[in-house]
């Protein structure tokens, strides 16, 4: 890759537009939509998609798992586009139902309950996507070591030789289906 070129004669790899070009190889991964609970106990929730960014990125990259997963929650938080902003509070939830469909894996559905509030304050738009990444590092991991059956040759088979990994993932939004229940959007980089 050719580096850019300052007046010095210097030369440097980095670019500010290399965070803005969107990955070439790149596929949604299509999970399919949670069905709303069949009793929201009287709630009456809604709210638009979380939507996450890195800091200078075009809209719709979304965050790496890869960064989510490692390294300290202050920093990783600052990396976010609005990053220390409080998300779902007007849903008036005290926690969130997160729920993994992944395709060809849709009878081991991975739900987990995830607390919109920490130390009496709400959660922060990259804490909540910490704790999403972290819900996909525990059930995938839970699918290699229950040894879930999948549909034989399937891009999506977690235990594949090509197997998606957390490394390949990017969380690109957080989406309301009903009552407590919400679902992550992701996108793999081929």
Known sequence: MAGVHHPAGRVSAFSSISA?????????????????????????????????DLVGALPGQGVPMRQLCTGRASNIVATIQGGNQAVLLETGLASMQLKILWPTYEDYMHSRSIALFSNGRPLSRGELAIAVAAEF???????????????????????????????????VSIHHVAGDVFYAEVFQEL
């Open 20 to 52: 803005a070009i969107p990955p070439v190889n790149r596929v949604r991964v299509p999970q399919r939509v949670p069905e709303p609970p069949r009793s929201t106990h009287g709630l009456r929730v809604s709210c638009g998609p979380v939507d996450l």
């Open 137 to 171: 590092s525990v059930f995938f991991e839970r699918a290699r070591r229950e040894y879930w059956s999948s549909e034989p040759g399937s891009q999506w088979d977690l235990r594949g030789r090509r197997a998606p990994c957390l490394d390949d993932l990017a969380v």
